[in-house]
């Protein structure tokens, strides 16, 4: 769809025309500032020696630009007791982002492969109870699922997070992969079952292949959610197991001494990094996947 | 190859039937034709033939072996779809030997089999492409060869010509009979096109509601139709259905046609079986072809009656003309000679040829035979 078509003739000449595109670059332009705004502050604070933080004004560009507090922040920062930096946590997050994203999506393309391809009865209502899922509140399920980890032997762990995040992920992933797959022709399941293929071969071959959009949907969506998670992290580990989230409060909250903010933007902008880099690489897919189903091409 | 027969299959989903009782039975490199309305159930047959969806009750056999519990890829079918269904993850070469690969067939004898197919559609210069890369034409090509390359003991085409523009249809129409004629094939074959049916079947099944109305060659079908539904589902114009009566004129017999406007009009008829002696002084219904009333165009014998006829409207195709007359005070449609003018309105004598002729009865609207 080209934005050529929304203009109507008369709209295209006349100082009207002009007027009104002042104004809409002029709003654009000051909330694309005024979103902007705390990322710039992050960035200048985090490259300026702690004396010019304490000097004053947060908007001005760093007098002497140094990498120290990021080398800190990654480094040597303390996180409670131990000061070893967040590098630690971060791989903590890693570890549990991967797994939880990975078998989440996986699970929901197969739910949604089932559910949309291999009918049976009963299965709309289950597909209603697995949306209401999306609708539950984290905090309900804080107190049973400690419960639940403690007798399975995964409280304080990266698999009982990872456990977690795939229960409360798989109502997500199963919605957008049931949404894509309705709209994928039966007539090709019916064609690869007289080719031969089954159950299995059917969605790792034909189906699996053909969801390039929906899968970089869900993976941008499911990252941003487990990466950026705070509450399950807290609640769910202790000390060396916790994500970078949890790490990164405890840095911001120690008491003792001067605050460093450089090494806490540099270290919040180290947490913020690899949500950042997957919307940009995946972030074409992601409106495309949205958009896709909505419109009939 | 391989026969098929069909025997009491049903359908039901809860209490609504979507096929009752289908009897259908083809030999070894027949073309049968599924023809009926939306709704008719031609579909769902060719599904359960195909093992895509259950039998209710019935059998289905290929060769003398009941397949009902049989999973598609063991019926030995190979089926085009109406989209073509073509994977669009795959080349179009990958496209044809993905049932093989399934099958296990070593590589090599993959690769002669895809050249050989390739070769007999000439599509040897579209095997790398994606299948979102080729033209309506090309894909519903891709779709038959990767039935071909099977080799299966049935052909299924779910109505396989549909999504192609009138001219393009027409000549696969050809390429598919031509097709049949080369491989002796036995193929099953849904349409809702009854010019697709007359031109390609061997056998034609006319379904409705779920019922077979009619099993027969298309010269049976068209000739002979089982009842009034048959009669007017197939041919183009369809068939005049004229009410009309029985009545003794001199030793025989007499067709009155008389609408209650008009006088009526009554055409003798020549000698016919008891069966149809039994409706004198009945009501019928009299079923003539389009292509049996017309004038100079057809040959006068001693089976054809001259009668005389208003002119309404006509529509000139090139080959002949159509024209709506009202006969007896009934619109009929004629095939009239081209290459005349006929004034609106216009009253003459026009030819109506009695060997074409077939009647039903009024009430259970099959035919008299």
Not at chain 1, 142 to 161: E, Q, V
Not at chain 2, 40 to 67: E, F, H, P, W, Y
Not at chain 2, 214 to 233: C, D, I, M, R
Request: aromatic content about 10%; glycine content about 8%; hydrophobic content about 45%.
């Amino acid at each position: 769809m080209s934005s050529k078509n929304w203009d109507s003739p008369q709209m295209v000449q006349g100082s009207a025309n002009r007027w009104s595109r002042v104004i809409i670059y002029g709003l654009l332009i000051f909330f694309a500032a005024f979103y902007l705004m705390p990322l710039v502050v992050m960035l200048l604070t985090s490259f300026k020696p702690l004396s010019e933080v304490y000097a004053g004004n947060i908007l001005k560009l760093p007098a002497h630009w140094t990498t120290a507090s990021w080398v800190k922040a990654w480094g040597e920062a303390c996180v409670g007791l131990s000061c070893d930096g967040i590098k630690g946590y971060f791989w903590n997050s890693i570890k549990m982002v991967v797994s939880a994203v990975g078998v989440s999506t996986f699970v929901g393309a197969m739910n949604g492969y089932i559910l949309t391809k291999w009918r049976f009865k009963g299965d709309n209502l289950l597909f209603g109870l697995i949306l209401f899922g999306c609708f539950i509140p984290f905090q309900i399920v804080l107190i049973p699922m400690a419960a639940f980890l403690g007798k399975a032997g995964l409280a304080s762990s990266t698999s009982g997070l990872v456990f977690v995040h795939v229960v409360y992920g798989l109502c997500f992933t199963t919605l957008y992969f049931r949404n894509y797959y309705i709209a994928f022709p039966d007539e090709l399941v019916k064609a690869a079952m007289i080719d031969g293929a089954r159950f299995f071969r059917i969605f790792f071959r034909i189906l699996l292949p053909c969801s390039g959009p929906i899968i970089t949907v869900t993976v941008i969506w499911q990252f941003t959610n487990i990466w950026n998670d705070f509450l399950f992290g807290a609640s769910f580990t202790t000390g060396d197991t916790a994500p970078i989230t949890v790490a990164l409060n405890n840095i911001v909250n120690t008491s003792t001494g001067e605050r460093e903010y450089n090494v806490h933007m540099a270290a919040a902008m180290i947490a913020a990094l690899p949500t950042l880099l997957v919307y940009v690489v995946g972030g074409r897919y992601f409106v495309r996947g949205l958009m896709a189903g909505s419109v009939k091409g | 190859m391989s026969s098929l027969h069909i025997q009491q299959v049903r359908k039901s989903y809860g209490s609504t039937d979507i096929l009752k009782g289908i009897d259908i039975g083809i030999d070894d490199g027949e073309f049968l034709v599924l023809v009926g309305p939306s709704g008719c159930g031609k579909s769902t047959l060719l599904s359960m033939i195909a093992g895509l969806d259950t039998v209710t009750s019935g059998d289905i056999l290929i060769g003398n072996q009941r397949v009902n519990d049989l999973h598609p890829s063991k019926r030995d079918i190979a089926m085009v779809f109406q989209s073509y269904a073509l994977y669009p993850n795959m080349s179009v070469a990958e496209n044809i030997a993905f049932g093989m690969e399934m099958r296990k067939v070593p590589k090599a004898e993959r690769e002669k089999a895809i050249q050989d197919v390739a070769k007999l559609l000439q599509m040897q210069h579209l095997l790398d492409r994606r299948p979102s890369q080729l033209s309506g034409g090309q894909r519903q090509r891709v779709a038959m060869g990767r039935a071909l390359v099977r080799h299966p003991q049935i052909f299924l085409f779910d109505e396989p010509l549909s999504n192609l523009d009138a001219k393009l249809r027409v000549d696969m129409r050809t390429e598919i009979k031509k097709l049949h004629q080369r491989l002796k094939a036995t193929i099953v074959y849904v349409t809702h096109d009854q010019i697709e049916a007359m031109t390609l079947a061997t056998k034609i099944a006319v379904m409705r509601n779920g019922e077979l109305q009619q099993l027969g060659s298309p010269s049976e079908v068209y000739n002979k139709p089982a009842n009034t539904f048959v009669a007017s589902f197939i041919g183009s114009p369809s068939m005049n259905l004229i009410p009309g009566r029985l009545v003794p004129h001199g030793d025989g017999l007499a067709l009155e046609i008389e609408h209650n406007t008009t006088e009526g009009l009554q055409i003798p008829l020549p000698p016919q079986p008891d069966s149809v002696t039994a409706y004198v002084g009945k009501e019928i219904i009299a079923g003539l072809r389009p292509e049996a009333i017309g004038n100079g165009n057809l040959q006068k014998h001693e089976l054809t009656r001259q009668v005389q006829a208003d002119l309404v409207v006509t529509e000139p195709t090139g080959p002949d003309t159509l024209a709506i007359l009202k006969l007896g005070g009934f619109e009929v449609t004629a095939r009239l000679e081209a290459d005349a003018t006929y004034p609106a309105g216009h009253r003459g004598l026009f030819t109506v040829d009695l060997t074409k002729l077939v009647m039903f009865d009024s009430q259970t609207e099959q035919r008299i035979a």
